[in-house]
Structure formats: C-alpha cells, structure tokens
C-alpha cells in the first residue's frame, strides 16, 4: 500500500512511518518545513513538502495521488494559539479530506483527541483545541465518499509501548504511549472493517492486533 500521512514529523506520525515502512509499504510524510527531510527519510519515509495552512486542495490532491490511504496527523502543537488550532486541526483536516476524495483515496484514517466536542465550552486554548478537532472529526464523519475512521487516544505520554490497549467506542480517560497509538494506527490502515468507526484509546490489557480485529468484528 502506499500510505500519505500529513503531520509526517510529528511524534505520532515518525513512529508510525517506521511501523509502515518495516511492514513493507510506501510510506510519504507531507511536512511543512524542509529541514525535517532527513527525519522522515530516516524513518522510512518520502518527505512532501506541503503547507497545508496555505496549500489548494489541488496541490494537496497532488500528493496524495496513487495513495491507497490517507492519515491525517497534523496538529498546530504545544505554544501554538486558538487561531492555528483552528486553521490546523480543523481546516487542515477538512482540507486533506476534501484533497482525498478528489485523488480517489477512500481510505481515510483520523488522530483526534478524546473528549474532542465542536460545542465544547471555554476560552482557553485547550478548549479551541477540542472545539477544532470535534469540528473536524464532525466533517469527517459527514463524507459517505472517504472509508473513514477516527482514533481517539488519552494522554499521550513517552513510555515505551507495551503492545497492550483498550480500543473502544467509550473506554473512558488514560494514559497511552505514543508508541501504542502508532501501533494501532498501523493496524487501523490496514483494516477497512473499521470505517465508520470512533474509538477511543487508552493502555490495557488486549493485544493491538486483536484490539482492532475485536472492533472490526472480525
């Protein structure tokens, strides 16, 4: 398969293009700052430069022509404003949902935030964050042309994976390292049986394989 992911230098997502390419599929990253190249080729990865604040969704379909799947895990970051969390982390998405439906890429694959929520109330910019990525998560599921699917992780940390989750519907808040978002990531790509699906995840005791073969109802 070859695999598109926006946000490609983010922690998620160089963890993820390392499991993908290990796993024998075309992996590019689109980036928005050349300098992180070497990042991503290091990690197995082609490198689009792309800055999805600015890009058409013309150029965005661009790279993401010949794609059997798109992974939208970009995100405005730490320090950023309520202004780029909005033109980040939901008009990014929209833009590379739109983008993925005008290259034919069905497969469509979302990194949200649990208790993300458009009608979120508060003025901090936590509270943008989430209102931005309940909107996008909203418009994403509104598209009957994209196979979509919508993580939902808790608190990221940097632990070590364990290969161990809890991926549900609703599993309530937790911890999960970042290793393991990717892992389900991986498997999530992989596993069109999960379109249409919001899952939340946190650590546990299930493998991620089954985790994900146990929501796909396979």
Same mark, same amino acid.
């Given at each position: 398969?070859?695999?598109?992911?926006?946000?490609?230098?983010?922690?998620?997502?160089?963890?993820?293009?390392?499991?993908?390419? @290990?796993?024998?599929?075309?992996?590019?990253?689109?980036?928005?700052?050349?300098?992180?190249?070497?990042?991503?080729?290091?990690?197995?990865?082609?490198?689009?430069?792309?800055?999805?604040?600015?890009?058409?969704?013309?150029?965005?379909?661009?790279?993401?022509?010949?794609?059997?799947?798109?992974?939208?895990?970009?995100? @405005?970051?730490p320090g950023s404003g309520a202004a780029r969390k909005d033109t980040v982390d939901r008009g990014a998405a929209v833009l590379f949902a739109d983008a993925a439906e005008r290259a034919g890429?069905?497969?469509?694959?979302?990194?949200?935030?649990?208790?993300?929520?458009?009608?979120?109330?508060?003025?901090?910019?936590?509270?943008?964050?989430?209102?931005?990525?309940?909107?996008? +998560?909203?418009?994403?599921?509104?598209?009957?042309?994209?196979?979509?699917?919508?993580?939902?992780?808790?608190?990221?940390? +940097?632990?070590?994976?364990?290969?161990?989750?809890?991926?549900?519907?609703?599993?309530?808040?937790?911890?999960?390292?970042?290793?393991?978002?990717?892992?389900?990531?991986?498997?999530?790509? +992989?596993?069109?049986?999960?379109?249409?699906?919001?899952?939340?995840?946190?650590?546990?005791?299930?493998?991620?394989?089954?985790?994900?073969?146990?929501?796909?109802?396979?």
């Open positions: 398969m070859r695999i598109v992911i926006a946000g490609g230098h983010g922690r998620i997502a160089l963890r993820l293009e390392r499991l993908l390419s @290990a796993g024998g599929h075309e992996v590019a990253g689109i980036i928005r700052k050349p300098e992180q190249a070497d990042d991503l080729r290091a990690a197995g990865a082609e490198p689009v430069v792309l800055d999805l604040e600015s890009a058409s969704v013309e150029m965005v379909a661009a790279a993401l022509q010949g794609a059997d799947a798109a992974v939208f895990a970009a995100g @405005a970051g890429v069905r497969r469509y694959v979302v990194v949200s935030s649990m208790g993300a929520d458009p009608d979120r109330p508060g003025d901090d910019v936590f509270d943008a964050y989430q209102r931005a990525k309940g909107a996008a +998560d909203a418009y994403v599921r509104s598209r009957e042309d994209l196979d979509w699917t919508i993580l939902r992780p808790g608190l990221l940390t +940097d632990d070590a994976g364990t290969g161990l989750v809890r991926l549900e519907a609703h599993t309530g808040r937790g911890p999960v390292p970042r290793d393991d978002v990717a892992a389900v990531l991986a498997e999530l790509v +992989d596993t069109p049986a999960t379109a249409g699906l919001t899952l939340e995840l946190v650590s546990g005791s299930v493998p991620v394989a089954v985790a994900v073969r146990d929501v796909a109802g396979n």
